[in-house]
């Protein structure tokens, strides 16, 4: 229950009593409800200015494919950000940033474990090793449509009913997704409003939100009315899946796959409305009520395309000939159809209540939700919040949820009718047709000659060309809807975790969280009955939480004496920062003193492949960019790299400054079949596609200790002694296409060097009057001889020197030139890789660079915002001399924030 935010009329004493109750109350509540996971959401900002991040790993465990070798579960890394600034006494801006990449395996359909097809293991000597989807496939039946059993790795019939079902499992390759959300707020004695908007891309989704929302205090803010109403707006271009499309029945879609780069593209579009309206109520000095109930309207595209539905086709005849027990079914993949509309009414409950013997508080939640597809769930969970002193608070944490299955679900479905059959004419004669001409028709007379429609036998020539004429399945036999997704299936999950925070001096807080979930059929209330889709999962936390205390000016950096007055109590003198795209480039000079940053980086690579100086052609590539036993078939168009590090400074003394630098980073890489470039041998890899790679997740961490060597007025020197952990992956491989194994990805697309690694620094800085200046040295030094996956990125050097000019007292220009030198990796691969162009192998990485750098650094120096630091700078390349084959560079963006405790 947000604090009232200003206001000067004088209370009554019952009315301090009551109004000190309820922030007490609200003190506790704020702080336990801003969990892991739980961040604000932009446009409803309370409480203090604030920057939070936090990384998350969500992590699912293997399927149950009895016996078949399961594929890499799905996982995902998670990376969140979001900043509430005060505007004025009673306004708040906020704004959010979210990006996830996901990749693993994930069901694409469900099947009876008794076909021939499923999850396909394929073997390597005789062992299994793997498994591929086959989505068509057979199945044998008894009369009354049950399965007979295979095995599930020889396929060798068992001679008995086997009912159980299995998950068809399909690898996915890595992909991310980007949002950003835009929030305004605005209180008043009693009431607030609020509104937010934003967008969220990925490569085959593209959505756009706002909302607007308020809040109405009653009976001395013992009461709070609540509302919000919102609108997304969303575009689907699925890139259905190259590999397995051509056996998956497109029909009823065919209007909305387009062709695009080789690929289909299934598009579609939908729209969700959403309002709400609750009402929370101070119940005593030690309880609150909150209780809301919300309505959510969407229609339009409501189908997972990348989902698919089984259907057993029989044929009637061979149901009804009466000669054999058994029947064979043809099992055929469709993609799922869903309702256009779909309407949600949802119930939401929370008491929270501080038992004061303990010094704790007990959130008690329950959910409702219904909706016209029958999903109806119930939600119970309950949170423990216990302070331990010393700053630190424990939150254990339940969960349960059950699940109705949608009226259209099923784990597959039968049809009583042939998938595909020769089509005959009202004789019941065969039809034949001239591809040529296919409204011509023809038959087989009694000698199986081919005849025309008036009996007149066709030439030979004529009769090599004909073809059966088939026709499909009757759509209009199949239920309007269906769909054999598990998350729309009956089920029950129960979760447990915990979350532990630390408060830390100057408005830091740190937290880590865990929960583990079981989600089974037989959790359901009432029971369900699908266990082929019982797995477990869990959700990893980590945050930092930084609370900005806005001041009303600050010195700004220039010639020794500068002053200010109404300093922020850790404020001094503050020196001249480098350009954004210099690292490890500062220090802080009083103990005690703590610094939060944020930095990213974005790399463009892009236009001509080039061989040291000089662009060259694909004939050239083809014949001289790998190797003579693998010519390269493939070149990039572009490659983009974008990281995001956490910058964490403190200065134990006035001379030693230590740092950790926590990176996140996601690249994506496009590519094209070069000219003249040889077909694939058998077996071997081949992209195709209008789809790219992406990889994305935790880059390399580092550690800094930055020792001060010189700082005189005007002049300073220090040393900077890093390390590289290697926490970014560097066995990421490509995905598995048409039963052949992509291997590893490229070099350039790992998230880390895999190695541990020295960073040192060596920095100079001046400044006199309006001018700054600076030079620094710097290098990486690999330390081990090669990394998990055999090889080893090559050590760096780079020599940089900058001026710099304040335009104004907050606002410095800067230029800066740069030298790099970057060693081609060393050693290579030891595990599989296809080898499909330039950039699969080692030879073609690294060179000599020079740089030239613009920037701007600006420090806020009074308001609500004083202390703020944000740099900017674009590396534009001036000369480049490439080891062997590259894409050429483009340039570099580098953006930093930092603030100073």
């Known amino acids: 229950m947000p604090q009232r935010q200003g206001g000067s009329h004088q209370l009554s004493d019952p009315e301090v009593s009551s109004v000190k109750s309820r922030n007490t109350l609200h003190a506790l509540t704020s702080a336990a409800l801003v969990l892991p996971g739980l961040l604000i959401t932009p446009g409803h900002a309370v409480g203090k200015d604030r920057i939070n991040f936090q990384y998350s790993r969500y992590q699912e465990g293997e399927r149950n494919l009895y016996g078949v070798p399961s594929l890499k579960p799905i996982s995902a890394d998670v990376l969140h950000g979001i900043g509430i600034f005060s505007l004025t006494d009673r306004t708040k801006f906020s704004f959010g940033y979210t990006q996830d990449t996901w990749s693993g395996a994930t069901p694409v359909t469900t099947t009876p474990l008794a076909t021939d097809g499923g999850n396909r293991p394929y073997f390597n000597n005789g062992v299994v090793v793997g498994a591929s989807p086959l989505l068509q496939s057979n199945v044998l039946l008894d009369r009354d449509l049950n399965p007979i059993g295979l095995d599930p790795i020889t396929k060798q019939s068992l001679g008995v009913v086997d009912t159980r079902s299995v998950m068809v499992m399909s690898s996915a390759s890595p992909e991310t997704r980007r949002q950003a959300t835009f929030g305004l707020s605005h209180e008043w004695n009693e009431a607030a409003i609020n509104v937010a908007g934003g967008f969220s891309r990925e490569r085959d989704y593209k959505s756009s939100f706002g909302s607007i929302g308020g809040r109405l205090d009653f009976n001395q803010k013992l009461t709070s009315v609540k509302f919000n109403g919102g609108y997304t707006h969303s575009e689907i271009g699925a890139i259905l899946d190259h590999d397995s499309s051509p056996y998956i029945t497109k029909t009823a879609y065919l209007p909305q796959i387009v062709s695009r780069g080789g690929s289909e593209i299934l598009q579609g579009n939908r729209q969700d409305w959403v309002a709400n309206v609750g009402v929370s109520q101070v119940l005593t000095k030690n309880a609150l009520l909150d209780v809301n109930i919300g309505y959510t309207h969407s229609n339009g595209f409501q189908e997972n395309p990348y989902k698919t539905m089984s259907i057993i086709f029989i044929d009637p005849a061979e149901l009804n000939n009466g000669q054999s027990d058994l029947i064979t079914g043809k099992v055929r993949a469709l993609i799922e159809q869903r309702p256009d509309i779909r309407n949600q009414v949802a119930l939401n409950t929370k008491y929270i209540h501080y038992i004061s013997p303990f010094n704790a508080a007990l959130h008690l939640g329950y959910r409702l939700s219904v909706d016209d597809w029958g999903v109806n769930t119930h939600t119970f969970d309950a949170n423990w919040v216990q302070p331990l002193g010393s700053g630190w608070t424990l939150t254990p944490r339940i969960r349960y949820y059950s699940q109705d299955a949608a009226s259209f679900y099923r784990p597959y479905l039968f049809s009583q009718q042939a998938f595909q059959k020769q089509a005959v004419d009202s004789l019941g004669r065969e039809i034949f047709f001239n591809p040529k001409n296919p409204n011509e028709q023809y038959f087989r007379d009694g000698f199986f000659n081919y005849v025309d429609q008036n009996g007149n036998r066709i030439d030979d020539a004529l009769s090599q060309t004909v073809q059966p004429k088939f026709i499909t399945y009757d759509a209009g036999k199949l239920p309007e809807n269906f769909s054999s997704d598990h998350r729309l299936a009956g089920f029950g999950a129960l979760s447990g975790g915990v979350v532990l925070s630390k408060m830390l001096a100057k408005g830091v807080a740190l937290e880590t969280g865990f929960e583990y979930y079981t989600r089974a059929s037989s959790m359901q209330i009432g029971s369900g009955n699908n266990s082929f889709a019982d797995f477990d999962y869990y959700v990893a936390n980590a945050a930092i939480k930084f609370d900005i205390e806005p001041t009303t000016s600050l010195p700004i950096g220039g010639s020794s004496g500068s002053s200010g007055s109404h300093v922020h109590a850790s404020s001094h003198h503050h020196h001249k920062i480098p350009p954004a795209g210099i690292m490890f480039g500062h220090m802080l000079d009083k103990p005690g003193d703590f610094m939060a940053g944020y930095r990213f980086m974005y790399n463009w690579t892009g236009g001509n492949m080039m061989h040291g100086t000089h662009s060259v052609a694909d004939q050239t590539i083809v014949d001289q960019g790998c190797s003579d036993a693998s010519p390269c078939r493939f070149t990039p168009t572009f490659m983009n790299m974008r990281m995001h590090m956490l910058d964490i400074m403190y200065a134990p003394t006035k001379w030693w400054n230590v740092m950790l630098m926590p990176t996140f980073m996601d690249m994506d890489m496009n590519l094209r079949r070069l000219s003249g470039a040889p077909p694939a041998a058998p077996g071997v890899h081949e992209h195709t596609g209008a789809a790219g790679h992406e990889t994305g997740a935790v880059g390399d961490t580092y550690f800094s200790s930055l020792v001060k060597l010189i700082n005189i007025p005007g002049h300073r020197v220090h040393m900077n002694l890093g390390l590289s952990a290697p926490t970014g992956k560097v066995d990421i491989e490509l995905r598995r296409m048409a039963k052949i194994d992509g ?159």
């Open 743 to 901: 291997g590893l990805i490229h070099f350039g697309m790992q998230l880390g060097s895999g190695t541990w690694d020295f960073m040192p620094s060596l920095t100079y800085a001046g400044e006199k009057s309006r001018w700054s200046w600076g030079a620094q040295l710097s290098g990486v030094k690999r330390l081990e001889e090669k990394n998990k996956s055999g090889y080893r990125l090559g050590d760096m050097f780079q020599a940089t020197t900058w001026g710099g000019y304040d335009l104004t007292q907050w606002l410095t220009a800067s230029v800066r030139g740069a030298y790099t030198l970057q060693g081609a990796v060393h050693r290579d691969f030891d595990a599989f890789n296809a080898r499909i162009g330039p950039m699969d192998f080692p030879a073609n990485y690294g060179g000599q660079f020079w740089d030239i750098g613009l920037g701007l650094n600006a420090i806020i120096p009074g308001g609500r915002f004083a202390g703020n630091r944000f740099g900017f700078e674009w590396i534009q390349p001036v000369r480049n001399d490439f080891n062997g084959f590259q894409l050429d560079r483009k340039g570099m963006l580098s953006a930093t924030w930092s603030y100073r405790f």
